[in-house]
């Protein structure tokens, strides 16, 4: 029951992550000092990439790469950090439910070794039982050599 609820909610929150990420898109450009800095790191991976791009391909890496304008900039490092958002909620369910998994595979491997310990007490049980039928085994063949060999010799006496 709690299964399919869980998975029902990590997709709601997939789903509410999405609008939230657009949120962070469409805010990001508005306030001055964080603008500044999303501009930094848009120019800062759009050189990282075309730098990237051009050892790929082999080309020349010691050209000067064209900074990006403001508004592309901005653009691109929202859309950035919208999916930063995203793949860090994704990436953080996944954590969760890999836990959640091996949290569930330890009690049942817990289970398992508890039903193995009753099992071998069981056993160790059973081959006691075994040995003392085996003793009184033993001492009832022993007694009813005795009791034939008494019986023979006393329908000897009475011959």
């Known amino acids: ?3 399919p609820l869980f998975k029902l909610g ?3 929150l997939r ?3 999405k609008p939230i990420g657009n949120r962070i898109k469409k805010e990001a450009g508005f306030h001055p000092k964080f603008r500044q800095t999303i501009i930094n790191i848009a120019q800062a991976n759009h050189r990282l990439t075309t730098n990237l791009q051009r050892r790929i ?3 020349a ?4 790469i064209r900074p990006l304008n ?3 900039a901005v653009q691109v ?3 950035l950090l919208g999916e930063l958002f995203l793949f860090t909620v994704a990436g953080g ?3 969760f439910e890999v836990q959640r998994n091996s949290r569930s595979e330890a009690r049942k491997e817990e289970f398992r070794k508890q039903i193995l310990e009753v099992l071998r007490a069981r056993d160790a049980e059973l081959a006691g039982e075994i040995e003392q039928l085996k003793q009184r085994m033993a001492a009832l063949e022993l007694h009813s050599v005795f009791r034939f060999r008494h019986s023979k010799v006393s329908d000897d006496k009475t011959k």
Not at 61 to 64: A, I, K, S, Y
């Open 15 to 17: 789903t509410l992550c």
């Open 70 to 72: 403001e508004e592309k």
């Open 57 to 59: 391909y082999s080309r």
């Open 77 to 79: 490092a929202a859309d």
């Open 10 to 12: 990590t997709l709601a």
């Open 61 to 64: 890496t010691n050209v000067e």
């Open 93 to 95: 369910l996944i954590v």
């Open 1 to 3: 029951m709690i299964l």
